[in-house]
């Protein structure tokens, strides 16, 4: 147990935290190195000079970014429209790749079968509508059906139009009802 610790303790010596110095990144984790006094003092210039270089290149790193969105304003470059660019960019990239080529000539291929399987049932539902439609007990329903329009409409009469004419349109279709005997009523099975 106390050898994990150990262990662990080590590792997490070994990653660095953010902000932690790069000398902390060199820094051996045991006793440093005996330096002659000659080699200490020109190890602690060049620190001084690495840091002294890393301030510089902060500084123009910062001033070359400000230069930077000062020419993007200038240029009418918002962050939106480099978001559009970026997103344009992408797609492009994505849509030249070979995954996404095959993909979609893969869907394509899909949607054609697709396609043709909804023709073919849409075909045999049409055949089967088509069997239902002259099947015999269809029939029947269908004459039943002409028999019960020609009751509600009006009959034509012999009489003269010209009388027809003078007739209330509401009092022909009550006659031609009440003329004609309700024989269907009794030859008529419900339907279910």
Not at 29 to 35: D, E, G, Q
Not at 135 to 157: G, H, N
Request: aromatic fraction near 4%; glycine fraction near 2%; hydrophobic fraction near 30%.
């Amino acid at each position: 147990m106390e050898r994990a610790e150990k262990g662990f303790q080590q590792h997490a010596d070994s990653v660095l935290e953010e902000g932690e110095d790069a000398v902390m990144s060199v820094a051996p984790s045991s006793a440093p190195p005996t330096l002659t006094e000659e080699e200490r003092h020109e190890l602690q210039e060049e620190l001084v000079k690495v840091e002294d270089e890393i301030r510089t290149l902060t500084q123009v790193l910062a001033a070359k970014e400000k230069q930077l969105a000062d020419i993007k304003r200038k240029l009418g470059i918002s962050p939106l429209n480099e978001l559009k660019q970026n997103i344009t960019k992408t797609w492009q990239e994505v849509t030249t790749s070979t995954a996404y080529r095959r993909t979609s000539e893969t869907l394509s291929h899909a949607s054609l079968k697709a396609t043709a399987a909804f023709s073919n049932v849409g075909s045999a539902i049409s055949r089967k509508l088509e069997d239902v439609r002259n099947a015999p007990t269809f029939k029947s329903f269908e004459e039943k059906v002409e028999t019960l329009k020609t009751k509600i409409s009006p009959s034509t009469s012999t009489s003269d139009p010209a009388d027809r004419s003078a007739q209330d349109p509401s009092d022909q279709t009550t006659e031609s009802l009440l003329s004609q005997p309700d024989s269907s009523s009794t030859q008529e099975a419900p339907m279910h």
